[in-house]
Every structure is written in C-alpha cells, then in structure tokens.
C-alpha cells in the first residue's frame, strides 16, 4: 500500500521564511541601537518594553541589515509567486525586559511583516502565530480529539527566537510575544515590507 495521501489537499498554505542572517557590522549595530533606546518610544503592540519609534532608512549603520532584510524578503516572494521587487517601508526596535511581552496583533498595509532577532537569552519570549482559523479550530476540534499537532489541526504555532535569526512572514497574519523569563533584555528589530510597484493579483 502506498504511503502516499492524495486525499490530503493543501488548499491554503502560509509561507513563513525562518533563516538565519550574519551581520558584518553586528557590534556597530547594537552600538547603535542601544543609543536609539535612549529616546522616548511609543507603545504600539508592545504591553510593557521599549518598542523605538520608527528609525532612519537611510542610516548607513543600517544599511547590511536592510539589504538582508530585503533579500530574504525577495527569497519569499518568488517561492510564494508574489511579485519579488520588495523594499523595506518601516523598521524599528523592540526591547523586552523581564515579563515584557506583546499582544496580539497582525501589521495592516504590509505586503510582509518580520523580525530580527539581534540578541536573544534563553526563555526570553517565544513568538506564536495564529492560524486565521484558530477560534473555529478550537470550538471545533478540542485537543482530546488530536492524537499529534500539525499543520492542519493547530490553531497555534511556536517559534522559539535565537540570536541571528529572521522570521519574515505574511502582514496579516496575527501574532503576538509571550513574556520574556530571563532578567537579560532581549533586542529585536521589527519591519514592514511592500512592494514597489506591484500590482496584487488574485490566482483561481
């Protein structure tokens, strides 16, 4: 008997890119973004940390994270047949101290939505995305009747953050930060991508 299941069809699918991004001025940075934390910042998705506010593109400083950052952005779009000439709209800095975490939310306008984590101590927050089905799944399916979790029967997936690592992933999808468990701070810089000039199209 075959092992094949061609009865199982994924009709809709989340590209999540998950890779790992070196830096060649990573002291420099985090020399940098440390001044940037001494302005005020604001409070977004951020329930408690420091979250900057949006910092300067044109910043040399910041220029070989911003091109990492748009070329795995384009590694996603051509794998998800979107339009692969992306650029960087926004991106700032995010610091979670102990118990600091975010809330719920997705990023609207956003072709694309990631993180870099620039330093990251151990338990210090996990980052858990929703399935956009998670209400249904949960009143529907309850965890008695799941013998293992996957990608079709989970309304949550857990990312465990390591230092150097990028997560780039749909604007719309929802997420949030749980509490940091480690008295060492946590850095991270999150970005919004778009598109330059693209045009969405709807594929039947």
């Not at 020399?31 to 900057?52: C, D, F, P």
């Not at 975490?101 to 609207?108: A, I, R, W, Y």
């Not at 990631?114 to 209400?135: A, K, Q, R």
């Not at 997936?157 to 992933?169: D, H, L, M, R, W």
Request: hydrophobic share 35%; aromatic share 12%.
């Amino acid at each position: 008997m075959s092992d094949d299941k061609p009865y199982l069809k994924d009709i809709f699918k989340i590209g999540v890119l998950n890779a790992e991004l070196i830096l060649p001025n990573k002291e420099q940075l985090i020399n940098k973004l440390h001044e940037e934390s001494k302005i005020e910042g604001r409070r977004l998705s951020n329930l408690t940390g420091y979250q900057s506010n949006n910092l300067d593109l044109n910043d040399p400083i910041y220029k070989p994270f911003l091109n990492g950052v748009i070329e795995k952005g384009s590694q996603l779009a051509k794998d998800m047949d979107i339009i692969d000439n992306v650029i960087v709209d926004n991106f700032w800095l995010n610091i979670n101290n102990y118990k600091d975490s975010n809330s719920l939310h997705c990023h609207p306008g956003a072709v694309f939505s990631g993180v870099y984590y620039v330093h990251t101590p151990e338990n210090s927050g996990d980052i858990v995305f929703l399935n956009s089905n998670h209400d249904y799944v949960d009143f529907y399916w309850k965890n008695s009747f799941i013998k293992d979790f996957n990608n079709y029967n989970s309304s949550e997936f857990n990312v465990v953050p390591y230092t150097n690592q990028i997560i780039i992933f749909p604007g719309w999808l929802k997420h949030y930060v749980r509490p940091n468990l480690n008295h060492e701070s946590r850095l991270s810089i999150s970005f919004n991508l778009g598109v330059k000039n693209g045009k969405t199209k709807r594929k039947i």
